[in-house]
Every structure is written in structure tokens, then in C-alpha cells.
């Protein structure tokens, strides 16, 4: 699965003032419905003016992974009842 991810460094007048920004993400199933998201959401960050560089980064990742740590399987407690 891949999950892309607009990335941007705001203008600062000190170096390192300002962290990396993440602006918006999305998966590769979202982006096949929804192809221009991440380029009109650059194009608009861009007329703002506030970052010196704005990009989309593609993050490979495990789907399963994913899964796993949003629906932990829940292992049953052997008790005894005295």
C-alpha cells in the first residue's frame, strides 16, 4: 500500500525555526477516486505563500501492519474459578 503525504517547509527568517509540515495525505485507493487532491491542495499552499518548499512524498507501507495495529486481536485470559 502506498500513502502519499504534501510535505512542506514554512519561510522562516531563522534556520530551523519552523518543523516540517505535514499538509495532507492520502492512500492509493483515495487517490484513484480523488486523482487531483494532492496537486490542487499543493497549488493552493503554494498562492499562500507561507512555505519556501511544498512536495508529495510516496510511503510504501505493510496494509497488514496497518490493520493490525488499528484492530489488535484480542487474545483471551484462561482463568480458573475457585
Known amino acids: 500500500m502506498e500513502i502519499h503525504v504534501l510535505i ?15 499538509i495532507a495525505c492520502i492512500s492509493d485507493d483515495e487517490l484513484i477516486a480523488n486523482p487531483y487532491y494532492l496537486h490542487d491542495t499543493r497549488q493552493e499552499y503554494l498562492i499562500y505563500g507561507d512555505h519556501d518548499a511544498i512536495e508529495v512524498f510516496t510511503f510504501t507501507v505493510d496494509k497488514g501492519e496497518i490493520e493490525k495495529r488499528l484492530y489488535p486481536l484480542r487474545d483471551s485470559i484462561t482463568a480458573t474459578c475457585v
Open 8 to 22: 512542506g517547509k514554512r519561510k522562516c527568517s531563522d534556520h530551523g525555526q519552523y518543523a516540517l509540515d505535514t
